[in-house]
């Protein structure tokens, strides 16, 4: 338990049902959090910088995929509720909670939303790269939930990418402290998950962010209690990204794994 009971505790994230999962569990434990929620990024911007880091070709079969995805998507939507139903989940818009919508993390608004708040620590789940000048800004832990086991699997569809990789062994999930790169802040908890059969590259996550909702409390209550033990986790270190077309068609067909 917490030693402190009237803790503040801030939630940075984009929104929507999957990471809400996370934010709720926060609530069941702690009580209303303030939610702090950037607006998505403009495609153009998002696109163009990753053209720039992983070429035309590889882009353009990412956002093919990204088509066929949405009715991998739609079709996978009974049994994304049922995942979420048998572990008592809760993917709904936190109740009781302040929300304050910002244009981006990197905002002078959400340097100032923090700075207001002044909380004892900070939760970040599906938000942007999160830069030095709103890193710096407090003096709290930034905490962020990752769906893969990082250094190994950092960015992009973690489950997935262990799965095809057949590396099934580190699917899981970790908590770790957020620093100005992508999932490489040191590592304050991981959980390695087992995949029930019949999944897909749509439902991995959530999967994945229910098991993960003890870790995330636990996390929150140790940075409340100045409890937290940073550590590095000696594996490789790759970024991830999502699949092609034509690499996520293959993959399926060869490994069974979609």
Not at 118 to 137: H, N, W
Request: proline fraction near 6%; charged fraction near 20%; hydrophobic fraction near 45%.
């Amino acid at each position: 338990m917490t030693s402190k009971p009237n803790a503040k505790i801030v939630f940075i994230t984009g929104g929507g049902p999957l990471y809400w999962i996370i934010a709720n569990a926060l609530v069941e434990r702690f009580g209303p959090i303030i939610v702090i929620r950037e607006e998505a990024e403009p495609k153009g911007l998002f696109l163009k910088r990753r053209m720039k880091r992983l070429g035309v070709i590889t882009v353009a079969g990412q956002v093919a995929f990204s088509f066929l995805s949405k009715v991998i998507s739609k079709r996978s939507e009974r049994q994304r509720k049922a995942i979420v139903a048998s572990a008592g989940a809760n993917t709904g818009q936190p109740a009781g909670c302040e929300i304050i919508d910002v244009v981006s993390v990197n905002s002078a608004a959400c340097r100032q939303a923090l700075q207001a708040i002044k909380p004892d620590a900070v939760m970040v789940v599906g938000a942007r790269i999160i830069k030095k000048e709103t890193l710096s800004c407090i003096d709290a832990p930034f905490i962020n939930y990752h769906p893969g086991i990082t250094p190994k699997y950092r960015g992009m569809n973690g489950a997935y990418w262990t799965l095809a990789t057949g590396d099934a062994e580190n699917l899981g999930v970790t908590m770790h402290l957020v620093d100005e790169s992508v999932d490489t802040g040191d590592v304050l908890y991981q959980e390695r998950c087992a995949m029930p059969p019949d999944n897909n590259i749509t439902t991995y996550h959530h999967v994945l962010a229910v098991a993960a909702r003890p870790l995330a409390v636990k996390a929150i209550e140790d940075a409340v209690a100045g409890k937290l033990i940073p550590r590095k986790v000696h594996l490789p270190s790759f970024q991830w990204y999502h699949p092609t077309l034509w690499g996520y068609l293959w993959t399926g067909i060869t490994r069974r794994v979609w």
